[in-house]
């Protein structure tokens, strides 16, 4: 472990980025992972999963009483996820403007979902909306043992 190459630890965010089943069924695993990848923010976990029912609820219960709950509970559920766990300064809000808007149709082009896609109900990818949030959702989708603690050697090469 080498302290001098992570930068202002007390600023260093998680946040859980999953894959649904749109996006690895359509084939575009590695070219959402790449945008993570080559944007600087370091992998600390990531698995194939197929998410059950009850943990898809837990995932969103904030959204539990909307019209769309049930068929979102039916996409989230209907085939292997990949789950990600990305760490770094400001990860969390950063990881939202990649991603774009939740209607792909509003989301900027150069944005993961105005690039990839074309309905909310089929939007590619989830990124956790607050630091807080990112630290729940990775305690959810992760067991321990399954998140590594590595320092990327390319770390002096992203922050000074
Ligand atoms: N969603 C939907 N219909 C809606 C709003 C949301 O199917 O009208 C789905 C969509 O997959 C979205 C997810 O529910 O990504 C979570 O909604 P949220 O508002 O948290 O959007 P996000 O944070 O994913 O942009
Ligand atoms: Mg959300």
Redesign the pocket.
Known sequence: FLPHLVASMEDVEVSYIMI?PDGVQRGLVGEIISRFEKKGFLLKGLKLFQCPKDLAEEH?K??KD?S?FP??ID??TSGPVVCMAWEGVGVVASA?KL?G???PLQAEPGTI?GDLAVQ????V???S?SPDNGQREIALWFKEGELCQWVSAQASWLRE
Do not use: E, P, S
Not at 120 to 123: A, E, H, M, P
């Open positions: 649904k969103y904030d959204l909307k769309f068929k979102l996409y989230i939202r991603i808007a939740t209607n979902r909310t109900g089929r939007n990818v989830h990124g909306d």
